[in-house]
């Protein structure tokens, strides 16, 4: 090579040189352009904000039509399911006083306002709770126009659920919280499973059982529905009827007023009893005595705070109560 054309290409090298070296140096900038890195572990934003998010509110289908309904709502007023509520692990804010005193649930009860009765008595009270979803028994329609214009309002009346799991699983469903309603459903299967083992053989299978009780100076016999244990003693522990008991409930009554005279027809071979002085079935009347019952020592005193509760942490109490009632022979009058 002459020297022409050495110096020639010698800044001609370097020019292919500082190239090569700026086409490296730009290829590794742009192979990081726009990536922001993320520590280990955490998300990155972009392929965040592609998940779904999750809807603020759902509708529902209620006696009133379709409504629509916080998905998670924060500040709860029952008007009765206090307990149905705390089974599924939320605290409303605001129920009656009744529920929040139950013996049942009092323990979990602490900071829930009293709303008073289930009235139009109660509406400011509701009001000043600001409440984001509101449960009510009640089926006055002047009671749900008012709720419902300070939140969106639910009517289940007391008869709606065909029992306690039928209505947990329903209020699973409303607050988003179906696993928490079937791993209930199946702790309550359970009790009831060793409850009816408990009184095999202790109770013959085709012995019957009756509630009674007192109220307002009369003489009351529970057949069925949620009253007094009935839901607890027939339903889920599966005990009999006397005769006619099942026959006013096979005409579609709950409960039956009875005089005292009637007492021996509808007692059956066991008997629980519910607030029965009030009514003058006692040890003290001259009836009593007579009853094939009482001569087997089978009448059985029934807490009233305790079997007056029908909601699904009740029952599941009840269930456990009246087994251990029967096998054990307590709380005999």
Not at 174 to 186: N, P, S, V
Request: glycine content about 8%; some cysteine; overall charge negative.
């Amino acid at each position: 090579m002459n020297r022409t054309n050495e110096r020639v290409s010698r800044p001609l090298m370097k020019l292919a040189m500082w190239l090569l070296v700026m086409t490296v140096l730009l290829a590794a900038c742009g192979g990081t352009a726009g990536t922001n890195p993320q520590p280990e572990g955490q998300k990155d934003t972009a392929a965040a904000s592609d998940e779904p998010s999750k809807p603020a509110t759902r509708k529902i289908q209620t006696v009133n039509g379709e409504i629509e309904i916080p998905a998670e709502p924060k500040r709860i007023v029952a008007q009765g399911y206090l307990a149905t509520f705390l089974a599924l692990g939320v605290k409303p804010v605001g129920a009656p006083f009744w529920d929040i005193d139950s013996p049942h649930i009092k323990s979990q009860t602490a900071g829930i306002e009293d709303i008073g009765t289930i009235d139009a008595g109660s509406v400011e009270k509701i009001l000043s709770l600001n409440p984001d979803l509101i449960v009510t028994l009640s089926d006055d329609p002047k009671l749900y126009e008012q709720l419902s214009k300070i939140a969106p309002t639910i009517v289940f009346v007391h008869t709606t659920f065909k029992d306690s799991r039928d209505q947990i699983r329903a209020f699973g469903e409303i607050l988003g919280k179906e696993k928490e309603a079937e791993a209930w459903i199946a702790s309550f299967n359970d009790t009831v499973a060793k409850a009816k083992q408990r009184i095999k053989g202790v109770v013959d299978e085709n012995a019957t059982v009756a509630i009674m009780g007192g109220f307002e100076k009369q003489l009351v016999v529970y057949g069925q529905g949620l009253w007094r244990g009935a839901e607890a003693m027939y339903r889920h522990l599966g005990l009999k009827r006397p005769p006619q008991v099942q026959k006013f409930v096979d005409e579609g009554k709950e409960n039956m007023t009875i005089s005292l005279e009637q007492v021996k027809e509808f007692s059956g071979d066991y008997l629980f009893v519910e607030s029965g002085k009030q009514a003058g079935l006692d040890p003290e009347s001259p009836i009593w005595n007579t009853l094939d019952v009482v001569k087997k020592g089978h009448v059985y005193q029934m807490d009233t705070d305790y079997f007056w509760p029908y909601d699904p942490i009740a029952v599941q109490a009840q269930i456990n109560l009246i087994a251990d009632m029967l096998v054990e022979g307590k709380h005999k009058l």
